[in-house]
């Protein structure tokens, strides 16, 4: 089971952090990724890390601004979102896969799937 939290309201220019915490399950053997739904647009995947967290990608769109990485302490993956923009609001969601997809491949191919998102967290930037 996958939680996303820790989205909210920010300033343009500011910063978030959001977390996708595992349970039931360890986070490191599955590729994860983190993706975003605005309204009236489709999903989009935004940065994804493959199982033991050696390879990520991350969407031109967020490139230098966002980072994923593991808390395997903690059994969560980390979302570290810099300098947003108006246009990165959205509702971001986590999702997991135990298939050793890459990182790639996985935050485009994902996004085609209907189930399994969760309840996702907002993210609203003000300008």
């Known amino acids: 089971q996958l939680q996303a939290f820790g989205g909210g309201l920010v300033q343009t220019g500011g910063s978030l952090r959001l977390s996708c915490a595992v349970s039931?399950?360890?986070?490191?053997?599955?590729?994860i990724g983190w993706f975003r739904q605005a309204p009236g647009k489709g999903r989009e995947g935004v940065s994804c890390?493959?199982?033991?967290?050696?390879?990520?990608y991350t969407a031109d769109s967020v490139k230098g601004r966002f980072t994923i990485s593991r808390d395997n302490v903690k059994n969560m993956v980390i979302l570290q979102m810099n300098n947003l923009k108006p246009e990165d609001a959205a509702v971001y969601y986590c999702?997991?896969?135990?298939?050793?997809?890459?990182?790639?491949?996985?935050?485009?191919?994902?996004?085609?799937?209907?189930?399994?998102w969760g309840q996702g967290t907002q993210v609203t930037v003000s300008s």
């Open positions: 999702a997991a896969d135990k298939y050793q997809y890459t990182a790639s491949y996985y935050c485009h191919m994902r996004p085609s799937y209907a189930a399994g």
């Open positions: 039931g399950y360890t986070a490191v053997d599955y590729t």
């Open positions: 890390i493959s199982a033991s967290g050696s390879i990520t």
